[in-house]
């Protein structure tokens, strides 16, 4: 059967909840017959869980020894850190996961340079994958975050509340870090077919619904809050959904269709510099590239202020040692 390459993809924390689901969902959705599962507590289960779903023609390994999980990787993606549990803030994992990162990326530096790219999805993911591009030494374009999810929980809020099908709602985007401080844009959507502001406060509907300044700000609370919610559904983190749209963005760094929705990328214009977080892009087999962002006034003051949340994250990594001062970057990864 046909897969998108053959080229090898290893899974990073492949013996959690969203390492499995990120298997099984990379192997349904064809992207290739050579994956790696790799995790530091044994991944062998879901190994065998996989082959025991009978798909053809995949070799699925798994291993507990970097080197072998990393040697000949063409894509990783990493959920590899500490999962966020209740009462949590994504921030809380800082510490911890941003030691996970250097890791990884020494890893990656160590036994596969020619990686073509590279997903992070564990929390702070922006920090995170800001850590793990550093010491890999790769180029910013070969790196990207997860940020869709805040983008797609969005989505859902608005068709919720219209009562229409989750695809007439277009163009949802949350900009700025992965958080509770991220940036909520409404001046890009569209709910069937109607500009999200020409709704807004302004009495008129879609599908006889109309949706307040109040409501509006209430969604928006929820969307940042949205990890928190799952977690007091569920009673733990999300996992399929974080898994799903990874594999998208990875599938499409393979040359499969391009990612829709906005990813977390290294920026370093005037403006915003030495960071990752949520912009618009494209990621395509060519890797991912930043868009302009463009939005009212107030949500670009709220993207500043989500840009200055994450600097002050930043700021702390280094001060604990795991990120070196900025003007040091340049000699340990020079494409930064």
């Known amino acids: 059967m046909d897969f998108i390459t053959n080229e090898k993809l290893t899974i990073v924390g492949a013996a959690g909840m969203i390492g499995s689901n990120m298997a099984q969902t990379a192997i349904m959705m064809r992207l290739t017959n050579n994956i790696c599962l790799y995790d530091v507590f044994s991944p062998e289960g879901v190994a065998e869980e996989m082959r025991q779903c009978g798909f053809d023609h995949v070799n699925i390994t798994a291993t507990t020894d970097p080197e072998v999980a990393f040697k000949d990787a063409k894509y990783v993606i990493s959920s590899g850190g500490a999962p966020r549990k209740e009462g949590m803030t994504r921030e809380d994992l800082l510490a911890g996961n941003a030691a996970v990162a250097k890791e990884l990326g020494e890893n990656i530096k160590k036994y596969c340079p020619d990686v073509k790219h590279v997903v992070i999805i564990f929390n702070p993911a922006d920090i995170t994958g800001l850590v793990t591009l550093l010491y890999s030494g790769l180029k910013p374009n070969q790196l990207s975050t997860l940020a869709a999810l805040d983008s797609t929980r969005l989505q859902s809020a608005l068709a919720k509340h219209f009562g229409i099908e989750q695809y007439k709602v277009r163009n949802c985007c949350t900009f700025g870090g992965h958080g509770e401080q991220m940036a909520v844009f409404a001046s890009p959507v569209t709910i069937d077919g109607t500009p999200l502001l020409d709704i807004i406060g302004t009495g008129k509907t879609v599908n006889g619904i109309a949706l307040s300044c109040e409501e509006w700000d209430a969604m928006k609370k929820a969307v940042t809050q949205g990890g928190a919610a799952i977690i007091k559904l569920r009673g733990r983190s999300s996992f399929q959904s974080p898994s799903y749209l990874s594999v998208e963005m990875i599938g499409a760094a393979m040359g499969g269709e391009e990612f829709k929705w906005p990813v977390g990328c290294y920026v370093a214009s005037e403006k915003y510099h030495h960071i990752m977080m949520a912009m618009p892009?494209?990621?395509?087999?060519?890797?991912?590239?930043?868009?302009?962002?463009?939005?009212?006034?107030?949500?670009?003051?709220?993207?500043?202020?989500?840009?200055?949340?994450?600097?002050?994250?930043?700021?702390?990594?280094?001060?604990?040692?795991?990120?070196?001062?900025?003007?040091?970057?340049?000699?340990?990864?020079?494409?930064?």
């Open 281 to 336: 892009s494209r990621l395509t087999n060519d890797g991912v590239y930043t868009k302009i962002v463009t939005g009212t006034d107030q949500e670009m003051a709220d993207l500043d202020k989500s840009y200055g949340h994450l600097c002050a994250l930043r700021d702390q990594v280094i001060a604990m040692g795991v990120l070196p001062a900025i003007d040091q970057w340049k000699s340990i990864n020079p494409n930064l």
